[in-house]
C-alpha cells in the first residue's frame, strides 16, 4: 500500500514539472513575440512631408452638404470635383510645411434638377495653412485647410426650399471654411478632410440667413 502510494506521488511530481516547464516555454515564447512586434514598430518608416515647391492636385468626392437656409435645413447630393495644393516651406518650423489651395471646385453628380457647385470664389488667394505630424513618432499629419468658398444651387426648389427662391441662389462664407483632416501621406488617396464647425453663409447683398453645417470630402488620386 505504501509503495502505491510513492509512486503516484512522484508521478504527481513529474507532471507537475512538465506543465511548469510548458508553461515557462510559452511565457518566453510570448516575450519573443512581444519584441519581435515592438521591433516592426520601431522599424515602421515614417512617412515624409511633400517638398516645398512641389504640386499636388487631386480629385474630391463628397456624400453631400448639408445646408441651412430660409429657415429650412438642406441636404444636396453627391458631389465630385478636384484641386490643386501648392506646398510652401514654413518659416518657422522645419519640421512642418504650408499648403495653399490655388483650386477647388465640386459639383453634383446625380440626375436632380438642382445643379450644386461648391468652389473656391473667384480672385480669393487663401491663406496658406499648416500640414505637420500628429506626434514626432506618428504615422498621421494635422492638416487644416482654409477655404475660402461659395455654394451656388442652380434650383433652389428642387432641394425643398420656399417657392419664391426660383432664381440661382448665390451663398458666400463669411470667413475661411476650416476642414480637418488626419491623412498619413500628403496627398493622402484615403483622407476624408470635415469642417471643424458649422459657418455662416450669406446671399447676395447680404440678405438672408443661411449656414453651412456639415461638410466632408475625401481626397482621390487620378
Do not use: W
Request: proline content about 7%.
Amino acid at each position: 500500500m505504501t509503495m502505491i502510494n510513492t509512486k503516484k506521488r512522484k508521478r504527481a511530481r513529474t507532471v507537475r514539472r512538465v506543465t511548469t516547464g510548458v508553461a515557462a516555454g510559452a511565457a518566453v515564447g510570448l516575450a519573443v513575440a512581444g519584441v519581435a512586434v515592438a521591433a516592426r514598430r520601431t522599424e515602421r518608416v515614417l512617412p515624409k512631408l511633400p517638398a516645398p515647391g512641389a504640386t499636388a492636385q487631386v480629385q474630391l468626392v463628397s456624400k453631400g452638404i448639408e445646408l441651412a437656409v430660409a429657415g429650412r435645413k438642406i441636404r444636396t447630393g453627391p458631389l465630385q470635383g478636384r484641386a490643386t495644393f501648392e506646398i510652401e516651406a514654413h518659416p518657422d518650423d522645419p519640421g512642418a510645411v504650408r499648403t495653399r489651395i490655388t483650386e477647388f471646385r465640386l459639383s453634383s453628380t446625380g440626375a436632380r434638377d438642382a445643379v450644386v457647385t461648391v468652389e473656391q470664389r473667384a480672385g480669393a488667394r487663401t491663406d496658406a495653412t499648416v500640414l505637420r505630424r500628429v506626434s514626432p513618432r506618428s504615422a498621421r499629419f494635422q492638416h487644416t485647410l482654409a477655404l475660402e468658398c461659395e455654394v451656388n444651387i442652380a434650383n433652389p426648389r428642387a432641394l425643398g426650399l420656399p417657392e419664391a427662391t426660383d432664381d440661382p441662389l448665390s451663398l458666400r462664407a463669411n470667413v475661411p471654411v476650416e476642414l480637418v483632416g488626419k491623412p498619413a501621406d500628403f496627398p493622402d488617396f484615403d483622407a476624408v478632410y470635415k469642417l471643424h464647425e458649422p459657418i455662416a453663409l450669406s446671399g447676395p447683398n447680404g440678405a438672408g440667413e443661411a449656414s453651412m453645417l456639415r461638410f466632408s470630402f475625401q481626397i482621390q488620386g487620378f
